[in-house]
């Protein structure tokens, strides 16, 4: 079955960087886009970025572009999420997801605290 499994959160200063993975497996991870999301503290998830399957293009929301970096190891079924300049407004818990048959699924999440 397809599984997501994010890790690399934690706590972290203002200003601070952090990477995120997504363990992917139960299905074939290169055909497939990846976007990470997030959801802050008593706010609605909200897309970050995502990346395509094949020429991998990225797309960002504007409040992240040219601090975070997506990217993929389709040889590790791994996507990443680099996270630079971290702002206290980057709390949240992250996500990973991707879309299979018209269904969306999930990784568990993970946390993000950006405090000083």
Same mark, same amino acid.
């Given at each position: #079955?397809? #599984?997501?499994?994010?890790?690399?959160?934690?706590?972290?200063?203002?200003?601070?960087?952090?990477?995120?993975?997504?363990?992917?497996?139960?299905?074939?991870?290169?055909?497939?886009?990846?976007?990470?999301?997030? #959801?802050?503290?008593?706010?609605?998830?909200?897309?970050?970025?995502?990346?395509?399957?094949?020429?991998?293009?990225?797309?960002?929301?504007?409040?992240?572009?040219?601090?975070?970096?997506?990217?993929?190891?389709?040889?590790?079924?791994?996507?990443?999420?680099?996270?630079?300049?971290?702002?206290?407004?980057?709390?949240?818990?992250?996500?990973?997801?991707? &879309?299979?048959?018209?269904?969306?699924?999930?990784?568990?999440?993970? #946390? &993000?605290?950006?405090?000083?």
């Amino acid at each position: #079955q397809v #599984q997501l499994v994010e890790s690399g959160g934690g706590l972290v200063e203002p200003g601070g960087s952090l990477r995120l993975s997504c363990a992917a497996s139960g299905f074939t991870f290169s055909n497939y886009a990846v976007s990470w999301y997030r #959801q802050p503290p008593g706010k609605e998830r909200e897309l970050v970025a995502s990346i395509s399957s094949l020429r991998r293009t990225t797309t960002y929301a504007d409040s992240v572009k040219g601090r975070f970096t997506i990217s993929r190891d389709n040889t590790k079924n791994t996507a990443y999420l680099q996270m630079n300049s971290l702002k206290p407004e980057d709390t949240a818990v992250y996500y990973c997801k991707i &879309i299979r048959g018209s269904i969306d699924y999930w990784g568990q999440g993970t #946390q &993000i605290t950006v405090s000083s």
